[in-house]
């Protein structure tokens, strides 16, 4: 294992101008450590939820004027995508680190989840911890803290998977970049460790497992 933690040049890399110049850095800089995290999280994964998981590293490949505002490595139970999945991810915006149980709009069975989430209301809104947080839009880095929600505004989420096509939902935990950049490596690969058993009876909800 040759993660060496994150730094505040890592974060920077979201500031630079320009597709070309942002990607050069992000592929020097950040890309080997996602790759890292990648191959040291998919066996405890997938000892976790009982499925094999495959790693995917963000490539930004489609861009072609907007430099990316964030990356990510996901984890998955496919070898070639993961984005029509239920998946995990940890990556970075300029301000913070996420770490995320994901269902994307891409998923197409997000009404089957959506009604499985709704049933296990109470035992979700009751086991997700309260520093946890919510996001109903991966695109944005905007989050929504577990313990300001309701019982009513967590059902409003998951009935929206089952009604609007292009719904999300992801549910982790951020931390901002310092103290991500003070954690250094041990210490976050424990904290990644801890979200990702929270998280993962989420997982095995979505696949219909509990």
């Keep these: 294992m040759n993660f060496t933690g994150f730094t505040n040049e890592d974060f920077d ?31 405890s994964l997938t000892a976790v939820t009982g499925d094999e998981m495959f790693v995917h590293v963000a ?29 995990f991810q940890i990556g970075l915006w300029n301000t913070h680190l996420f770490i995320w ?3 994307i709009y891409e998923a197409p069975q997000k009404q089957e989840i959506g009604a499985r989430l709704a049933k ?19 695109m944005k880095p905007d989050t929504i803290k ?8 967590l059902l409003s989420y998951f009935e929206r ?12 935990y951020v931390i901002n970049r310092e ?5 250094g490596s041990e210490s976050l690969l424990q904290h990644i460790e801890n979200v990702f058993n929270k998280v993962a009876p989420l997982y095995k909800l979505a696949q219909g497992i509990e």
């Design 13 to 43: 890399v979201f500031l630079i101008d320009g597709l070309d110049a942002r990607m050069e850095a992000l592929k020097e800089l950040i890309r080997p450590k996602l790759e890292s995290l990648g191959h040291y999280f998919s066996p």
């Design 59 to 87: 490539k930004h490949a489609r861009r072609t004027i907007n430099p990316p505002k964030d990356t990510w490595v996901a984890f998955a139970n496919n070898p070639r995508g993961y984005k029509m999945l239920p998946h």
């Design 101 to 103: 149980f994901a269902l």
């Design 120 to 138: 296990k209301l109470n035992k979700i809104y009751k086991d997700i911890p309260k520093d946890y947080v919510w996001s109903v839009d991966h």
């Design 146 to 153: 577990h313990g300001q929600l309701s019982k009513a505004e």
């Design 161 to 172: 998977l089952q009604n609007i096509k292009k719904a999300e939902i992801l549910c982790g």
């Design 179 to 183: 103290e991500a950049v003070q954690l």
